[in-house]
Structure formats: C-alpha cells, structure tokens
Nanobody, 125 residues
Framework: VQLQASGGGLVQAGDSLRLSCVAS????????MGWFRQAPGKEREFVAG????????SYADSVKGRFTISRDNAKNTLYLQMNSLKPEDTAVYYC???????????????????WGQGTQVTVSS
C-alpha cells in the first residue's frame, strides 16, 4: 500500500490550496481515508475523514466550514480543498487510510495503518 500526498506550498492568509493523495496497491473504495496534520512541536491532529463511499465526512472544529474532503474512487485519489487559510493551518499534512476504520475511530490517528509521506503547507500572515 502506498499513499502519495501532494499539493502543499507557501501561501498567504486567505488563500486556498488543494491537497491530493494518490493511493496504490490497495482497493481504494474499501478504505476509510483521512487527513491529519502536524505542526512543529505539536501532536499530530485529525483534520478530516471520509467514509468508503464518500457519503459521510467528519471535520475538526478548527477547519469546519473552510476545508472540504472528497474522494474519487475511480481515480484512487483523496482530496482536501482548503479555503480561507490561516497561519495556524501551517503544518505538514498527511493522508492516511485503513480498511478497518469505523466511524467511531475515524478521528484517531492510531486507527490508521497506512500513511502518506506528508506535504508541507505554510500560511504566511
């Protein structure tokens, strides 16, 4: 299983970015997928998660209304559209997936066995 995240960069506050995570070596439609982030000196935290079919999403309160998670099962790709970015969104963003995750564990990083390498998002004020 391989997850390849991309799309990060350096932007100004208020800008938008779209992260992508391309999956290979798995049956993507059977995996619950999530985005997590880790800022320097902080714990990795949940950002957003999506069910296998895409019908159910979950967001951290800090990004609700600004970020949108989506997936294209035909393309084995997970997305994170990030709008109205803030300096506090600066972090390395990771995609994660696991076929055994259930709704009650979607927000837990420990529930996911498979992780992408991370992509840096830096938001300047």
């Amino acid at each position: 299983v391989q997850l390849q995240a991309s799309g990060g960069g350096l932007v100004q506050a208020g800008d938008s970015l779209r992260l992508s995570c391309v999956a290979s070596g798995l049956t993507f439609r059977t995996y619950v997928m999530g985005w997590f982030r880790q800022a320097p000196g902080k714990e990795r935290e949940f950002v957003a998660g999506m069910s296998r079919s895409g019908n159910s999403q979950s967001y951290a309160d800090s990004v609700k209304g600004r970020f949108t998670i989506s997936r294209d099962n035909a393309k084995n790709t997970l997305y994170l559209q990030m709008n109205s970015l803030k300096p506090e969104d600066t972090a390395v963003y990771y995609c994660a997936g696991d076929p055994t995750v259930i709704t009650s564990t979607m927000r837990l990083s420990s529930a996911y066995r498979y992780w992408g390498q991370g992509t840096q998002v830096t938001v300047s004020s």
